[in-house]
């Protein structure tokens, strides 16, 4: 029997258990940055908007970018884009170290610098959840999503005030070179995997396609709309504590950079606490509640920071808010993974991160103004506001169970012998699927095309329609259209195991002898196109 407990069972696995300790590495890092940049932004202008704003700047290119980078992750080598991604923060950090030393960084170079390593974040993050479901069995991915989470707020409880420390020892820049070294260690550890890639007969598909594909299977899944909704809520109200930490500690605890960095600490060992517990947690309670709790425990830390004067009560506050943090966002990623295939799960958590980091971006901005015009502790009250807003709003886009749908391909469809020699680019498609039921099977029967409707357009079909024969009202046929014969397959190959119970349901319905037959056919013009359009005869008239 395996010594490891379920939260830590991931850890097992040789390539998930390297790669993770490399990430502790690169957390650490990131943190100790991010303290150095937060606090030379409060030395070297004295609005709080601009301060707010580093926040922004790091969270603004997960929100524009992370689209594309999910359709990138899902459609090549996830190592090589992760690779790409920890090179470029590499050289950024470097120029950025460089110009702290000599004195050249101006607010505005500063929110530069901080935007381009977040493009970085953006374009790693999407490939390396994705890879996650790699590295790990499906069984074991909650818990992995779970010790990300733990791993990064282990590194967030000391991060931050080893951060707050060298910034007082040694100024933002030695800040910046810690984070600068801390790239190699993840570097290295991705030049070692080999993961064994999956073998397609099939083309790529093409950025914008692929995107289009993710945002369709994204709206035609009721459980990842709700996800989207909440994380968007949260990300908007919880953005307030990383965004006014350090003015909390200047302006309402009376502190320096050795108490901001304490303060973050805090919230890191708060969200360790949570990581642990979370395991249990799935188990004792719904989703719902679990981020009713949070939601409702993130409100009470900001009204408690916003109205104590004094460390130690705000770093008890802090505590729970990171707590929080970690239950509701490791959560909603959970959820978008058991609830997506392989084939397109960089670009449901692309988006998921698209729309939390939005909501997180957009906060930061809209608390830095509040901060600014009103005082930092009614913006805080105002964030407080919002995440009990978001508790209302889960009786309407309540989160989904916690069961475990089986998403892995369907593999039933072969490839039918065609008669008409055409390429992988020859369409558009038209696809019919003739059925015969009975007059006693008809509400049964328009249910499970409904659902049928859904999976259809959810994996790539378009003008999906259900037709009734008028002289033989027992013939129903399904027809749909894709645009090409290669897109016609890639529709195919996305169904999953969950889906079969829908097939195999609607096949028992079906009368005939045989199963119901499938007419595949090429749309073809009947004149050439320079005749498309009818030409009247002029009008004479004189007659």
Known sequence: MSSYSPTLAPLQHETYRRIWFAS???NFGGLVQAVGAAWMMTTITASEDMVALVQTSTALP????SLVSGALADNFDRRRVMLTAQCLMLTVSAILTLCALLGWVTPWLLLLFTFLIGCGTA??????QASVGDMVPREDLPNAVTLNSMGFNMTRSVGPAIGGIIVAAAGAAAAFAVNTVSYFALIHALMRWKPALPISTLPRENLGSAIFAGLRYISMSPNLEKVLVRGFIFGIGASSVLAL???VAINLVSGGPLTYGFMLGSF?????????????????LSSELIIRYAFTGFAGSMALTASSPFVSLTCAGLLVSGACWVLALSLFNTIVQLSTPRWVVGRALSLYQTVTFGGIAGGSWLWGVAADRFGVSNALYGSAAVMLIGIVVGLRFAMPAFASLNLDPLNRFIEPALGLDITPRSGPIVILVDYQISDADLPEFLKLMAERRRIRIRDGARNWALMRDLENPGIWTETYHTPTWVEYIRHNQRRTQADADNTDR????HGGDEPPHVHRMIERQAIPPSDDIFHKAPIDLHH
């Open 24 to 26: 502790l590495a690169s």
């Open 62 to 65: 997960i929100m524009l970018f």
């Open 123 to 128: 374009l790693n993050n999407p490939s390396w």
């Open 245 to 247: 930490l350090p003015i």
């Open 268 to 284: 890191g060992i708060g969200a360790i606490g949570g990581a642990a517990l979370n395991a249990r947690l799935r188990e004792a």
């Open 506 to 509: 609607l096949r028992a319905l």
